[in-house]
């Protein structure tokens, strides 16, 4: 193995966290991995990390050598990419991760199209609505939605996300329809969890905001779950349009005060900062961002 090859690993090591994770994710043997990260630290004469049973830790020297090796491995992969010919066909593996609910509805056919395109790619999808961590995960993308806080990472907009309020024709024939916020406290309301908060926020034609405290006896972390139950009858759900577009589509749930709005989020492609993100990575984001857009087919002739 070269300097470069034995640099990329000792990277890999403190991204993963570890020796065990890192030959996980290379898919060497743990032996392997240590007795070249001890040949590096013999070769450079300074030790790299402090190893225990549990965890590494960077010593300063560690720390330095670190810092310059994410730079000097970027600089050699931006110059691989932008010596080979762009006409060349994209090849490598891609490691992204994406929320279930979207992932499962949306994500096929964007992901069928870029295959077709790409055939040489491998593409290695991670569903789950956790918020992975890219790097420890050795992840090249996620695909995320809602307000971002990770400062770590690098985001770009894909598409925005509407979020609506609706409920069945049968539940609104039986309860009514409500006309202003301060009517839903008389509801059964559907809560979805994931983001901690009990409280729907809306916002009328003025600007004013109506604060909705939600008391559930219905809570669930799934968006499509919630759905099915609102289109069952039982109660009021504030769903993200990519979610509930069919069903309004049929007349299986309805909008409801369609005069308030709720805030609206994003859908985003993030990556850590502190990585260079590969050709075939870029070409991703920018198919995506192009087949959902800033006007997705799933809003197209929804009337709120």
């Not at 043997?29 to 630290?41: D, I, N, P, W």
């Not at 991670?126 to 809602?146: C, H, M, T």
């Not at 600007?207 to 109660?235: C, E, P, R």
Request: net charge neutral.
């Amino acid at each position: 193995m070269g300097q470069l090859e034995d640099m990329s690993m000792f990277v890999r090591v403190v991204d993963a966290g570890g020796i065990s994770r890192a030959a996980e994710q290379l898919s060497l043997a743990k032996s392997a991995v240590s007795r070249r990260l001890a040949e590096l630290e013999t070769r450079l004469g300074v030790k790299l990390l402090n190893r225990t049973t549990r965890k590494s830790s960077l010593t300063e020297a560690g720390q330095s050598y670190y810092e310059r090796a994410i730079k000097i491995i970027d600089d050699v992969t931006e110059l691989n990419t932008l010596t080979t010919d762009a006409n060349t066909a994209l090849e490598g593996t891609i490691n992204l991760a994406v929320p279930l609910s979207f992932g499962l509805s949306h994500l096929s056919k964007a992901i069928d199209l870029f295959i077709k395109k790409n055939p040489k790619l491998v593409i290695n999808i991670n569903f789950s609505d956790r918020q992975v961590d890219l790097i420890e995960e050795g992840l090249d993308l996620a695909f995320r939605i809602g307000v971002l806080k990770d400062s770590s990472l690098i985001a770009r907009k894909i598409s925005p996300i509407k979020i609506i309020l609706c409920a069945s024709p049968e539940y609104l024939k039986q309860y009514g329809t409500p006309k202003v916020p301060s009517d839903l406290k008389n509801h059964r309301l559907l809560h979805y969890n994931v983001s901690g908060k009990s409280q729907w926020k809306l916002e009328d034609k003025q600007g004013t905001q109506h604060i909705v405290n939600v008391y559930s006896k219905l809570i669930a972390n799934n968006g499509d779950f919630l759905k099915d139950m609102a289109i069952a009858g039982h109660g009021i759900v504030s769903s993200p349009t990519f979610i509930s577009w069919r069903a309004i589509a049929i007349g299986d749930l309805v909008p409801v005060l369609s005069d308030y709005k709720l805030p609206q989020v994003n859908a985003y492609a993030v990556y850590p900062q502190t990585r260079y993100l590969s050709h075939r990575t870029r070409e991703l984001i920018d198919f995506l961002n192009d087949y959902f857009g800033e006007n997705p087919y799933w809003d197209q002739g929804i009337i709120t």
